[in-house]
């Protein structure tokens, strides 16, 4: 078993919708909590950084994250072409020199 | 935000020679910067781990001696592929953070061996 699964995809769907995308890990320890986006053949962008558990929004991102059920999740609202990418969960230890652990990252698809 | 940056962007080299690929942290001083190989449609796979001014620490079954890593400062880490083979064509790519902060990747580098 994977530390961390997260559903491969593709994912499509029409533009001005709301997407879920989801990880879950089996690793208690993970204590940070990263979403990248990663356009084909370019490095990942860091969009959000969580610590334990809770919510946090940044304009049309909200990264969630419930550590009882070890499950992560990105919404992406009033979604656009412009977010069709590849989707990569990562997370980390308290300290552990930074080292991330990546999902295998959901490839998404905004349709006009 | 954070800028990293890799040079070159896409290296096309013969069987048996050796590519070298820079990493540098354009705005900030990394600690530690990582070397990851990605492979099509398939995450990033973490090589190994440069501390500056020490040896690397490279992840299981990567080869040390065929991947050569050298973090000389705290703005610049190297990928040294030696003796390329085609199944060493990848992308490659590294990330600069400081200590139990974010990382930050960088473009990316296309590595064809022919």
């Known amino acids: ?112 | 935000g954070a800028v990293v940056s890799q040079h070159p962007s896409w290296v096309i080299c013969k069987s048996g020679t050796s590519v070298k690929i820079e990493c540098r942290s354009l705005d900030f001083q990394a600690t530690t910067m990582f070397w990851y190989r990605q492979f099509p449609k398939q995450s990033l796979m973490l090589m190994a781990t440069s501390n500056e001014g020490s040896k690397a620490t490279y992840e299981q079954g990567v080869e040390k001696d065929k991947f050569l890593i050298n973090h000389a400062s705290l703005t610049l880490s190297t990928l040294t592929v030696t003796s390329a083979h085609p199944e060493d064509s990848s992308f490659y790519i590294c990330s600069a953070g400081q200590r139990d902060n974010e990382q930050y990747f960088g473009p990316g580098t296309r590595l064809t061996v022919t």
Request: proline letters at 4%; a neutral charge.
């Open chain 1, 1 to 112: 078993q994977k530390e961390v699964e997260q559903d491969p995809g593709p994912l499509s769907v029409p533009e001005g919708a709301i997407v879920s995308l989801n990880c879950t890990y089996s690793n208690s320890a993970f204590q940070y909590f990263m979403w990248y986006r990663q356009y084909s053949r370019k490095g990942p962008e860091l969009l959000m950084y969580t610590y334990s558990s809770g919510n946090k929004e940044d304009g049309r991102f909200t990264a969630q994250v419930d550590k009882s059920s070890k499950y992560i999740s990105l919404f992406i609202r009033d979604s656009q072409p412009s977010d069709s990418a590849t989707y990569l969960c990562a997370m980390r230890f308290t300290g552990g020199g930074n080292k991330l652990t990546f999902g295998t990252g959901t490839q998404l698809k905004v349709e006009l």
